[in-house]
């Protein structure tokens, strides 16, 4: 394997990419969908009252991004970021174009490692770009007006926009955790559907242990127990015990998850 076969192939991919009407969709969602809460949020009377920072969403927009952030930690960011990720391989089989891609010069080793950072690239983008329409979204409908943080303290205008900014950007380890498991479900199975649908169960079913009483270790053994580690963020004073935890977990299924694939590609008999 060299970094720069890696890279070539990765530049394809990403071309590859950009040509599928998939990816732009998915982006144009990331961008409309943060706008069309603040609208509702603006015009109608009732408040998700029971989700974090909700009462906040008509007094501040820097609450706007914080309560799409609970939402597409629960929901639309293990979806969002399997779109690529859960095809990238797969696809491969669908069309019957596994030897012609393992002939262009570039060996299993290149070919994963190209593939795998195209698809981290286009979920790193798609929370890049959900962040900052959310946040866009906020200030222009809603405006910069104080948001209190849980410990009942007003922030700043600035203070409030760094810890908005960092707490989206706290997602982003888990977000790639999905990315890399939806690659491992993609290679294993060999089907674009189980590489994007699985993820999106088995992030419903973390997400149904989490609320049952268990031991505290399993609970942040968990991917999704890292997309509320931002919380932290947002007490006085912060604690950032929760994010170490989220990045090391995220961080192990990242390694763990790419690992397995990339033995199970490696290992795989191409034309079966």
Same mark, same amino acid.
């Given at each position: %394997? ?15 990419? #950009? ?6 969709? *998915? ?44 939402? @597409?930690?629960? +929901?639309?960011?293990?979806?969002? !970021? ?16 596994? !030897? ?28 890049? *770009? ?15 007006? %104080? ?20 707490? +989206?950007?706290? #997602? ?22 189980? $590489? ?6 088995? $992030?419903?079913? %973390? ?22 580690? +931002? ?12 994010? *170490?935890?989220? %990045? ?10 790419? @690992? ?13």
């Amino acid at each position: %394997m060299t970094i720069g076969g890696s890279l070539q192939v990765a530049r394809v991919e990403s071309a590859k990419l #950009v040509a599928q009407p998939k990816v732009p969709l *998915v982006l144009g969602l990331s961008v409309a969908g943060p706008f069309a809460f603040a609208v509702a949020m603006r015009i109608q009377s009732s408040l998700p009252t029971d989700t974090l920072f909700g009462r906040a969403v008509k007094e501040s927009g820097f609450a706007v991004p914080l309560v799409i952030l609970g939402f @597409a930690g629960l +929901w639309a960011l293990p979806a969002l !970021t399997a779109v690529v990720g859960g095809d990238i391989f797969s696809a491969e089989d669908r069309y019957g174009t596994w !030897t012609t891609t393992l002939t262009r010069s570039r060996g299993r080793a290149d070919v994963f490692l190209g593939k795998v950072i195209a698809a981290m690239a286009f979920s790193t983008i798609v929370v890049t *770009v959900l962040a900052l329409s959310s946040i866009v979204a906020g200030l222009s409908i809603i405006g910069g007006g %104080m948001l209190i943080d849980l410990s009942g303290l007003a922030l700043s205008q600035g203070d409030a926009l760094r810890r908005v900014a960092l707490a +989206w950007a706290s #997602v982003l380890p888990p977000s790639l955790a999905f990315t890399a498991l939806a690659v491992l479900i993609s290679l294993g199975t060999r089907s674009s559907a189980a $590489g994007i649908g699985l993820p999106v169960v088995i $992030g419903l079913v %973390m997400q149904l242990l989490a609320f049952v009483d268990g031991p505290e270790p399993l609970r942040r053994a968990l991917i999704t127990s890292a997309f509320g580690a +931002w919380r932290g963020l947002f007490a006085q004073p912060a604690f950032q015990r929760p994010l *170490v935890d989220a %990045m090391v977990v995220s961080a192990a299924y990242v390694a763990l998850s790419l @690992a397995i694939a990339r033995r199970l590609l490696l290992r795989r008999e191409i034309g079966r």
